[in-house]
């Protein structure tokens, strides 16, 4: 079967840095993205993982280890801006690498 | 516009009607997607095109839904006999090729379904 894990609710403090962890089962997979999506907005990419190890885009990184069916969002600085639902949707439960399966999402709340 | 675009923005209809819900991709993009999403939870898939060619239609609920891309372009999302358990949000989402190195979808920003 297929499951996937991650917190349904963060709150950290404007400055901080909060860690959004995904575990995750699959019949297939590609690779780990990571999407955000304010409320009322469209989702929007932030990584993909398809090797293990640490990725890095500005103040955000995501990891994945493959062995363990877990990866992590890593968001650094917080700002108020990033208070928004973050999405890990592991690719590849389809016939191909294109099928992203998405869960609830974490809810992160940036708090002055 | 550069962007994933969808119209209408937002369709109430009554139960039993027929909708179609158009998607136009970002231009030179050969993939494209159909989600929905239902509030609180994230994008549940339903459909995928490679050029105009359907590949998997796996998630489409019922054979009330169908999708198809004739020209490998702009994509249309109908349902018929419409019910209520059929109201959400509509995305589409297309991307440069199929997976890729960086699986990276742009998504539209949806019709918003509403079955009266």
């Known amino acids: 079967g297929q499951s996937l894990e991650q917190p349904s609710e963060v709150t950290a403090v404007e400055g901080a840095i909060v860690q959004i962890n995904c575990t995750y089962q699959t019949s297939g997979f590609y690779g780990l993205s990571w999407y955000q999506q304010h409320d009322g907005g469209a989702p929007t990419f932030l990584s993909y993982?398809?090797?293990?190890g640490l990725e890095e885009t500005g103040r955000f990184s995501s990891f994945l280890s493959r062995s363990d069916s877990y990866g992590y969002l890593l968001l650094q600085e917080l700002q108020m801006k990033d208070s928004a639902s973050y999405f890990c949707?592991?690719?590849?439960?389809?016939?191909?690498?294109?099928?992203?399966?998405f869960g609830k999402g974490t809810k992160l709340s940036v708090i002055p | 516009g550069a962007g994933v675009s969808q119209s209408p923005r937002y369709k109430v209809t009554k139960r039993g009607q027929d909708v179609a819900l158009r998607c136009d991709p970002i231009?030179?993009?050969?993939?494209l997607y159909w989600y929905r999403q239902a509030l609180g939870q994230g994008p549940e898939f339903l459909t995928y095109?490679?050029?105009?060619?359907?590949?998997?239609k796996s998630g489409l609920p019922n054979d009330r839904f169908s999708a198809e891309r004739p020209e490998g372009s702009i994509s249309t999302l109908t349902i018929q006999r419409t019910e209520q358990r059929d109201s959400a949000m509509y995305r589409c989402?297309?991307?440069?090729?199929?997976?890729?190195?960086?699986?990276?979808?742009?998504f539209g920003p949806g019709t918003r379904l509403t079955v009266l």
């Open positions: 231009s030179g993009h050969v993939s």
């Open positions: 095109f490679n050029y105009e060619a359907q590949q998997d």
């Open positions: 993982n398809a090797l293990d």
């Open positions: 989402a297309s991307s440069l090729d199929g997976g890729g190195s960086s699986n990276e979808q742009f």
């Open positions: 949707a592991p690719a590849g439960a389809g016939a191909g690498s294109y099928q992203l399966t």
